[in-house]
């Protein structure tokens, strides 16, 4: 189960960066091929969590309020405060996570019906 940890965002957010930037760099292969059906299912879990994150993230930012959460910002010339641009945006990265996931998911059924050896010969 996980803890929370809204106290410790940002150092959780760096951990999850160098551990996605390790998994980067070890997926060239797969020494175990049957390992690569539960790998597909924890991207999955992992892009779902993102998703809630950049959900929550951008509701976040639609309800902070200028005196109370910052103090003005620098004008973006398109009319827009940076907040408003900032969970709009987020809102696209979430849609975008979703597409995302449900293809890694699909990659996961699809890989769900292979016979693999357990080393690869």
């Not at 690569?36 to 993102?50: F, K, P, Q, R």
């Not at 993230?57 to 639609?62: E, K, N, P, Q, V």
């Amino acid at each position: 189960m996980a803890v929370n940890e809204q106290h410790r965002q940002l150092h959780v957010a760096v951990e999850l960066a160098e551990q996605a930037r390790t998994l980067a760099h070890s997926t060239r292969t797969v020494p175990s091929p049957p390992d690569s059906y539960d790998l597909l299912a924890e991207l999955v879990g992992t892009l779902d969590s993102l998703q809630l994150v950049c959900q929550q993230l951008a509701a976040w930012h639609t309800d902070t309020v200028d005196g109370k959460h910052y103090q003005g910002e620098d004008s973006t010339g398109d009319g827009a405060t940076g907040t408003v641009a900032a969970a709009a945006k987020l809102d696209q990265a979430a849609d975008a996570i979703a597409t995302a996931s449900a293809a890694v998911s699909a990659a996961h059924t699809a890989n769900g019906v292979v016979r693999w050896f357990d080393t690869p010969r």
